[in-house]
């Protein structure tokens, strides 16, 4: 199957912490993508995941558990410019699958 | 500017027609992938070529077609199109698969 499962919205403070999780079927995985996507604009690549643990860039860590079939995208210290959406993408049998995305609003 | 192009920026046309949306990558990528992102809907992978090779097919209808040419360039094809069809187009690059991928701006097409 292709199911990526992400939640639809999420709301945060400026300066605060979030937390996105993604869950996915975890056959034939190969990998595990974020990306960023402001509206109207193209995706922009965040982080990739092929081993477990948690791989950090900045303010912005990632986190992946194979055998569950999870990951997470941690975001610090929340600036206004952070509103978009969140994309978890799965590597799987040559294609990356999309998920339909997190849209995180941040508030003053 | 992530190095990949596409064109046009915007397409206006009418339910039946036939288009045409192009792309180009990122010097030295090999692999080009067609998304399809509607305003529900999140990015719906189309299509994948390496190195002018279909690579990998996903829910990509058979009234639309691609292929990419010996320079890399690729181009989407979108025939007998339909309201439905109305949506963001993004073309995006990567050295190999399991790369990062590099999204062009995308083409908006709008289907009257």
């Known amino acids: 199957g292709q199911n990526i499962d992400q939640p639809t919205e999420m709301t945060a403070t400026e300066g605060a912490i979030v937390q996105i999780n993604c869950t996915y079927q975890t056959s034939g995985f190969n990998g595990l993508f974020w990306y960023q996507q402001h509206a109207g604009e193209a995706p922009t690549f965040l982080s990739y995941?092929?081993?477990?643990g948690l791989e950090e860039k900045g303010r912005f860590s990632s986190f992946l558990s194979r055998s569950k079939g999870y990951s997470y995208l941690l975001l610090k210290e929340l600036q206004m410019k952070d509103s978009a959406s969140y994309l978890c993408a799965v590597g799987r049998d040559d294609k990356i699958i999309f998920g339909k995305g997190t849209r995180l609003h941040i508030l003053p | 500017d992530s190095g990949v192009t596409q064109t046009p920026k915007h397409l206006i046309t009418a339910t039946g027609q036939r288009v045409t949306l192009r792309c180009s990558p990122r010097?030295?990528?090999?692999?080009v992938y067609w998304y399809q992102q509607s305003l529900d809907q999140g990015l719906q992978f189309l299509i994948q070529?390496?190195?002018?090779?279909?690579?990998a097919k996903g829910n990509i209808l058979e009234r639309f077609s691609a292929q990419q040419f010996p320079d890399l360039h690729s181009e989407l094809n979108l025939s007998s199109l339909e309201l439905g069809d109305s949506a963001l187009y993004f073309c995006?690059?990567?050295?190999?698969?399991?790369?990062?991928?590099?999204f062009g701006p995308g083409t908006r097409l709008t289907v009257l």
């Open positions: 010097s030295g990528d090999l692999s």
């Open positions: 995941n092929v081993l477990d």
């Open positions: 070529y390496y190195n002018g090779e279909e690579r």
């Open positions: 995006a690059s990567s050295a190999s698969s399991y790369n990062e991928q590099f």
